[in-house]
């Protein structure tokens, strides 16, 4: 069992920069791929990030490259997303995600053992 808690939400203007963090607990942190998917209110839940469990890998999506940053310190259980350069389309609701580790650079919904609860953005224009 692995329970992921995320904070770091909140308000910001366009332009406005946020750092993102998921504590884990439970089952070894480190053994885990992470990522962080996002839910607009009346959308399907998207793929933002992922990590591989050493940390040497990264994928971010296409929607958020050059301006969002996926990193993980294993030592603190603590997964991050650096968010910059904010746009009023990154609002949404931001979930942490553990899955188990395999050889594909991106993460799907689908594939996830463990959900955080999210954490609320809000980009204001």
């Known amino acids: 069992q692995v329970q992921l808690v995320e904070s770091g939400g909140g308000l910001v203007q366009a332009g406005g920069s946020l750092r993102l963090s998921c504590a884990a607990t439970?089952?070894?942190?480190?053994?885990?791929?992470m990522g962080w998917f996002r839910q607009c209110s009346g959308k399907e839940r998207e793929f933002v990030a992922a990590i591989s469990w050493t940390g040497g890998s990264t994928y971010v999506a296409d929607s958020v490259k050059g301006r969002f940053t996926i990193s993980r310190d294993n030592a603190q259980n603590t997964l991050y997303l650096q968010m910059n350069s904010l746009k009023p389309e990154d609002t949404a609701v931001y979930y942490c995600a553990a899955a188990i580790p395999d050889s594909i650079a991106t993460m799907a919904s689908s594939g996830v053992n463990y959900w955080g609860k999210g954490t609320l953005v809000t980009v204001s224009s």
């Open positions: 439970g089952r070894i942190f480190s053994s885990w791929k």
